[in-house]
């Protein structure tokens, strides 16, 4: 089993959507996926097609604080054949100041390996307690980043807080895997400096960029992944290539698309 962790303190980065994009990746490929909400806010939980009318016995933060097994709250993702979904609530805001939850995923992730093949866990904007116990559960950290100099600052903070508070005691040397270049626009100077520069800092670890697009938008809004609401899309084909090399598959051979909306 592995464990995907996908993790900036930024939000707008596109974070949830690379999220939910390597979960369909996953379950298109063949893999029984486990998709942890860790945000408050719940936007994984959405994007998979998880509703206010869904069933829940219980949530990821029950999870976390050891009231549930990962299996007891783990519900069917609607958008997502062969995905589950640990759900995404407000209860997550009470857990950064209980320190034990750093190690609650670490610890309890192993029991679940015969009911999942993969894991993938999306982290709230933020570097707090939720977020190192989801880095320290990890076996892949991935870091979404916006084509912007403030984004690139907080991916720097990213491999700090893990150099510095992960790899020494948690999970022995933890790093950044990998880094996926966000709300890229062709054509404009900052996104290739930007994604220049990414590649000079971590080299062998950058992917192909995402392009900026109302797709993302749109299938949130129906509760999807990009790669289930308009598969031939652009931004689609972009995550499947930048993906391909996290999740270990060769790049897909592209067709002529049809065409399709902005």
Known sequence: MTVYTVALSKGGSSKTTTAAELV???????????????????NLT????????????????????????????????????????LA?????????????????????????????DDVVIDTPPALGLVTLAALAAADVVVGPVECATEAYDQLRRLDEV?????????HPGQRLHWI???????GRLIDREVVELLNEQYPGRVTSPIREAVAAKDAYTDGKPVSVYAPRHPVAEDYADALAPIIGQSAPTRKTPAPVPA
Do not use: C, F, N
Not at 88 to 114: N, W, Y
């Open 46 to 85: 959405t994007r998979l097609g998880v509703t206010d009318d869904t069933e829940v016995a219980a949530v990821a933060a029950d999870v976390l604080t050891g009231d549930a097994s990962a299996i007891e709250a783990a519900v069917p993702a609607p958008s997502v054949p062969g995905a589950g979904v």
């Open 162 to 170: 893990i150099a510095q508070r992960i790899a020494p005691r948690m």
């Open 180 to 186: 996926v270049p966000t709300k890229y626009k062709h």
């Open 24 to 42: 369909a990746a996953l379950a298109a490929s063949g893999r029984r996926v486990l998709a942890i909400d860790l945000d408050q806010q719940g």
């Open 88 to 116: 995404g609530t407000h209860d997550l805001a009470t857990l950064d100041t209980r320190p034990e939850v750093i190690t609650s995923l670490r610890d309890h992730l192993p029991e679940v390996a015969g009911e999942w």
